[in-house]
């Protein structure tokens, strides 16, 4: 086992890892940015190293000063959390080469799952169904074409794609031809690579994805589904498992077909395999090689510490449990708590000046977040994470009111109101919802 782990991260995330790392007995380092100083995850670590100013390009995107702070506290191991070099694939490597382990996958498997192109293609030949679509990159001269032949609507995508990023629907084939120039000036804008492929646009689905975990040795398992389908701007704002969509033989029979995907791979760590839902059938989009923001309501319904397991995998470790010891017990829910204004979605930064957290049984809260503490303009605005757990989806809905009303956060704006108005919508009650349903509600005067 690692003796020290190095924490490349920031916020509510950087803290989960060494909550996970203290209780493995393993010393932890923080690294931060002069914005900073002042955060939990500095103050909770045993040690920390400043990495450089504000903006994250100097900072926590910063590769040499990472393995500087590497160099002179020793560490082993580097956890990159989610975000910033989390699916680097060069980071991986140059850590493997200074002998440094990095807590995750491979760098060929990062690689290969952050090219949508060679993903997509990869999931096909592993017997996981797919979005019908384009084979390969798209060019402007068989775009038109190829649109008919899957039949409009059809979603134009970008290789390199993430967050939303140059993603275009186009209609009619009188719409594909700007919708195609936008994806692509988008694209070159975001990732620097403008290559674009096409899907069939999926009218209503819902966002299902399939957490695995696997020990790089050819075995695998599944901890069943996420459902993620309240999103605005493609962004996750509430995650519930399981979904309110499925049976137990559907997750059983995805779940084996992306556990035995995996293992065959010989994927090592942790991941994600996203799929839209629609009229009972899967379709991958996307793998993430990395702990994702959601992660808690998997483990709240499992009672297994993904971040413990993904360390002690990187260590060298057998998986701990096989898929016969997987356990589903009741239902989580977790809201992502943003320093922005509940209606405009406006960033708000500043200073806290009262912080009370919900507690009592089956409520969790994964946040660096205190009373007297900044919160700096230059990352992001995700401040907290509410997971509630409740014996069924329904006792799991009435504790996340209770829990709501119960937060006090005062000199920021949250979208903790929000939350309190989504929980009364009969239509999230009944589970009810696509991933269009969020931005339709937010449209009502
Ligand atoms: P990114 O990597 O940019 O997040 P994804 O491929 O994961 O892109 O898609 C993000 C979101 O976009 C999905 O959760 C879904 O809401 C929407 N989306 C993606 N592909 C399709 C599709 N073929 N049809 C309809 N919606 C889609």
Known sequence: MFDKVLIANRGEIALRIERACKELGISTVAVHSTADADAMHVKLADECVCIGPPAASESYLNIPQILAACEITNADAVHPGYGFLAENARFAEILEEHGI???????????????KIKAKEKAA??????VPGSEGPVTDDDAAALAEEIGFPVLVKASAGGGGRGMQVARTAEELPVAFATARAEAKAAFGDDTLYMEKYLSHPRHIEIQVIGDGRGQAVHLGERECSLQRRHQKIWEEAPSPALNGDERDAIGATVAQAVAEMGYRGVGTVEFLYE?????FIEMNTRLQVEHPVTEMITGIDLVIEQIRIASGAPLSFCQKDVRYEGHAIECRINAENPSTFMPSPGRITQFHPPGGLGVRMDSGAYAGYTIPAYYDSLIGKLIVHGRTRNDCLMRLRRAL??????GIETTIPLFASLVAEPDIANGAYDIHWLERYLEKP
Do not use: C
């Open 125 to 130: 030949s592993l017997g996981i169904p797919v």
């Open 101 to 115: 382990a990095f807590i995750g996958p491979t760098s060929e498997h990062i690689r290969l799952m952050g090219d």
């Open 279 to 283: 009229g009972g059938e899967f379709y």
């Open 405 to 410: 009303g119960e937060f006090v956060i005062e």
